[in-house]
């Protein structure tokens, strides 16, 4: 059920709902919980940019890939590991994760978090910028899913990418699909995010969901 207000972008929600629920929800308890929470906090702890998927959010692309039953997966930005750790929770003990950041200081953080999680041996952090280890990477394809939430004035680049290596019903899941109210902005940033959705909307079947920032997701045509 929806109503006028909320069809136009009002929200029910506030700081106490949402810490219900994502405590009830898409905590950080279980055998993988200790590398979530360090991997959560370390922007206050260490210094790193506060901008990784919310609990909710991570919890989210862990079930999608679940629904999926990916076992091959490419994820764009690590930053400190959150939402590899969330996604390397859905895959077998044969999966594999490859995610992809550009700073070392980051990915070392993540490497620590994957450790504490208990799930190194499922995913290998790629160091520099992505587009120069995407040739390689295609080796290792087609992939059942792939998650971009990296610098937004690639994204069009990133989901070209996407849909080329793909398996058919194969998941697309872009963060940021709001590019954080600034969609509809002419920057060049806003203009790649736009032509990300455009192309998803041609090479999949494609809803973007209302997370606070969007979350575009596709399934390969």
Not at 117 to 135: I, M, N, T
Request: glycine share 10%.
């Amino acid at each position: 059920m929806a109503d006028l207000d909320s069809r136009q972008g009002h929200r029910y929600d506030s700081p106490e709902i949402l810490a219900y629920l994502n405590g009830l929800h898409a905590g950080h308890a279980g055998d993988h919980g200790s590398g979530l929470a360090a991997a959560f906090a370390a922007p206050e702890l260490q210094g790193l940019p506060a901008i990784q998927v919310g609990m909710s959010e991570g919890k989210l692309l862990t079930m999608l890939l679940r629904l999926s039953s990916a076992k091959k997966v490419v994820e764009f930005g690590t930053l400190a590991g959150y939402s590899a750790i969330r996604l390397a929770q859905a895959l077998p003990s044969a999966g594999r994760l490859w995610t992809l950041e550009l700073e070392e200081k980051y990915a070392a953080v993540a490497r620590e978090n994957l450790v504490l999680a208990g799930l190194s041996q499922r995913v290998e952090v790629l160091v520099g910028p992505a587009l120069d280890a995407l040739p390689a990477l295609e080796a290792e394809g087609p992939f059942d899913a792939i998650f971009i939430d990296a610098d937004k004035g690639q994204y069009d680049l990133y989901g070209s990418w996407a849909a080329a290596n793909l398996r058919l019903g194969g998941l697309l899941l872009v963060d940021n699909a709001y590019y954080f109210g600034q969609l509809l902005d002419e920057t060049p940033e806003a203009v790649a995010v736009r032509r990300c959705h455009e192309e998803a909307a041609q090479a999949f079947d494609t809803v973007c969901i209302p997370t606070p920032d969007g979350l575009l997701l596709g399934i390969k045509k």
